[in-house]
């Protein structure tokens, strides 16, 4: 009777403590989202700001608590999804497969095994076994792990003190006479915990409000746990006379025990991870235990039906890239579509399959390849020992005279081969012995590398391979900017031959403040308010410019994984650019060093050799675009226009960021009309010439 009442005791108080957690922490967050919208309303321009932005609203929003499916019979408290875990020792992981979230299913969640179906259900017997022996330095480990969970839960530190005390308690649970379902190798018994707390509880992905929350609960569950066994033992002296007794069997002869565990686990264990594809299937799902958006190119497009092929590019000197492609091996006309600054192919993907680039021009015919420029942190490279300071040794210069090229180059030797392959009688002589056509789109930075690869192929005397240019807001000339970015680019040449040893690219370093930034953008999302101001101050930083720079932070490419970075030499070269006034190369600092490369002691002025550009190039700017103004773009036309390139010029109402992120059909509608005026090869003429004489017989009409 005593014994029930403390339960009902400690049940009632451990719930209104949750609940009473639950809503201070709303109340918090309800409280940042007010503070934001108050202060989004004495901001000033910010409806202007928030024009661009699609769907956007500030009106706050607050989603009540998911119910998971394990909350059975109304049962609305996490004690039961602990006490499984933690006591319940003795039942096989495998069943450990609850989803969280009713609307939320298993996708990606291997079947579970006949014994764990048989361990489901035999769990409304686990509560009868709590009476487990376990030492005082078992307890006392398993009370510091459940404490300290919540710091490894959010912060993704590894806590191998931790880790190592859960495998010996694991091993010395698995003494002789215990359940022989317990006997799980003491690591998967980590494992299985980190998949079965973190990634097996949710199959969407959290921000830091959500994942808070959940490390809260857990944490009290944990708390509550122990004081409910430390009741027990205090109301049931013959419990606490059985563990006493208990402590010294297991103290005699728990060394011996524990290397015969480790004997007997060890060898069946190396034998599973070389036979069985199981390890790697958990080892990559721990790489998403964080619930962050992971995805990359190849997933997005195969998703949504697409083919995809990735192929892989090495640079003169030594960059590994990745080109991948919508293929079309058949077809005589293809794209290249190249990213800008802090961006990769994703951003021609990311908006589905209304309103992506890519898509849109593989719905019409064309073999699409989207390069990706040197510049990840994984720093692909031959030299596998390459250092930090190596890799990021290279400027704009780089990018439109190694990346490019090769590139292209390999679309060039891929393409060709294909067609002699399906199509024996193509005529290599047409076009320089190039029996397609490729076009080229390019945002920002890569409309300067691609400019800048055009004409020193040309001054080389190399062949391109391109028949058209279509370049949305195009860097090289940024005389015309903002305050900001004046004041930045002033300090930074005045810092550079400061930093410049000290600070080779701009990038986020950790995993963890990779992961937070990918976690808060989930956040700003939750909370109109809060992604509004964050939104407001970014484009005050850019100028005004209405891009939504939130919605790009959300992009799967900015993941705790990987993400683009900026070199300290790409930032110093448009530094450059912006003080001369003209779209130059890299200055190496000293006319020596430049005689070197250039073989002057300036470097090569790309604005002057416009006149070698020999394919037509469409230049397209955005009247709300701040970090690359319609009058930088109108510059390229006017010089290109005066050199006699066959240039045409266009603008939106179009923020920076809008040209590969937004939703707007009218570009695609443009961009994909500018590749239709490139002309089929003469072979595409006369294959398409007797199609439609074929058409007009009599015979077939």
Not at 132 to 153: G, T, V
Not at 242 to 257: F, H, P
Not at 523 to 540: E, I, K, R, W
Not at 660 to 674: G, P, Q
Request: aromatic share 10%.
């Amino acid at each position: 009777m005593i014994q029930r009442f403390v339960d009902n005791i400690i049940a009632v108080t451990k719930e209104s403590v949750k609940t009473l957690t639950y809503e201070s922490l709303n109340n918090i967050v309800r409280l940042i989202n007010g503070i934001s919208a108050l202060l989004l309303t004495f901001l000033p321009g910010k409806a202007n700001i928030l024009e661009g932005i699609h769907g956007w609203e500030l009106r706050p929003t607050f989603r009540g608590p998911r119910f998971p499916r394990w909350m059975e019979n109304g049962v609305s408290s996490f004690n039961r999804f602990v006490h499984e875990l933690s006591v319940d020792s003795d039942s096989d992981g495998s069943n450990l497969d609850y989803a969280y979230g009713d609307e939320d299913s298993d996708d990606g969640i291997s079947p579970t095994s006949p014994s764990s179906q048989s361990s489901r259900a035999s769990r409304a017997s686990s509560f009868s076994k709590r009476d487990r022996r376990w030492s005082w330095w078992m307890w006392i480990r398993y009370i510091f792990f459940w404490i300290l969970f919540p710091a490894r839960f959010l912060l993704g530190i590894p806590v191998r003190i931790l880790q190592l005390s859960y495998t010996r308690s694991s091993k010395a649970s698995s003494a002789p006479g215990s359940n022989e379902a317990s006997q799980t190798h003491p690591i998967n018994k980590v494992q299985i915990l980190k998949d079965y707390i973190v990634h097996r509880s949710t199959d969407r992905r959290r921000g830091v409000i959500e994942d808070l929350h959940l490390a809260i609960e857990i944490f009290i569950e944990a708390v509550f746990d122990v004081v409910h066994k430390a009741a027990h033992f205090v109301l049931s002296p013959s419990v606490a006379f059985k563990t006493l007794s208990g402590w010294c069997s297991l103290s005699s002869g728990g060394v011996q025990d524990s290397h015969s565990s480790d004997t007997e686990v060890t060898v069946p264990t190396a034998t599973l991870g070389e036979n069985d594809p199981a390890p790697k299937e958990r080892n990559t799902s721990f790489q998403q235990s964080l619930n962050t958006d992971a995805r990359t190119c190849q997933d997005v497009i195969t998703e949504l039906g697409y083919p995809y092929e990735a192929i892989h590019v090495i640079t003169s000197d030594g960059y590994v890239l990745l080109l991948e492609r919508l293929p079309r091996r058949d077809s005589r006309k293809a794209v290249y579509l190249q990213h800008g600054i802090l961006d990769s192919s994703m951003g021609w993907v990311s908006n589905g399959v209304v309103g992506s680039p890519a898509f849109a021009a593989y719905d019409q015919g064309y073999d699409v390849f989207l390069g990706n420029f040197r510049g990840l942190i994984s720093r692909e490279h031959v030299n596998k020992n390459i250092s930090s300071r190596q890799y990021w040794q290279y400027s704009i210069n780089e990018h439109g005279t190694q990346d490019i090229p090769a590139m292209i180059e390999k679309i060039h030797q891929v393409k060709t081969a294909e067609l002699k392959l399906s199509q024996p009688d193509v005529d290599e002589e047409t076009n320089d012995g190039q029996p397609y056509k490729l076009c080229a789109i390019c945002h920002s930075l890569g409309g300067a590398a691609i400019l800048m690869y055009v004409i020193t192929q040309r001054i080389e005397e190399k062949p391109h391979r391109l028949s058209r240019l279509v370049l949305l807001s195009p860097a090289g000339f940024h005389g015309d900017s903002t305050f900001m970015f004046t004041v930045v680019e002033n300090v930074f040449l005045l810092l550079a031959p400061l930093l410049a040893p000290l600070v080779p690219a701009f990038y986020i370093p950790t995993r963890f403040f990779r992961m937070l930034l990918n976690k808060l953008a989930r956040d700003f999302h939750n909370y109109p308010a809060v992604g509004g101001l964050v939104q407001t101050l970014m484009s005050y930083f850019v100028g005004g410019d209405s891009s939504n720079w939130v919605g790009v932070l959300g992009i799967p490419h900015y993941n705790m994984n990987d993400m683009p970075g900026v070199s300290f030499r790409v930032a110093l070269h448009l530094a450059q650019i912006k003080r001369a006034g003209r779209f130059r190369m890299f200055d190496y600092g000293s006319g020596s060093a430049n005689i070197e490369v250039y073989g002057s002691p300036e470097p090569f002025d790309l604005g002057e050799y416009y006149g070698l550009i020999d394919v037509p190039v469409d230049l397209v700017a955005g009247r709300k675009d701040k970090v690359i103004r319609p009058s930088m773009v109108r510059k390229h036309y006017k010089l290109m226009d005066e050199s006699g390139v066959d240039v045409s010029y266009g603008e939106f109402e179009y923020a920076h960021l809008d040209f590969t992120f937004s939703h707007r059909e009218e570009l695609l509608a443009y961009a994909m009309s500018r590749l239709l005026l490139v002309e089929p090869t003469p072979k595409q003429q006369s294959s398409q010439k007797a199609v439609r004489l074929k058409k007009k017989t009599p015979a077939n009409s």
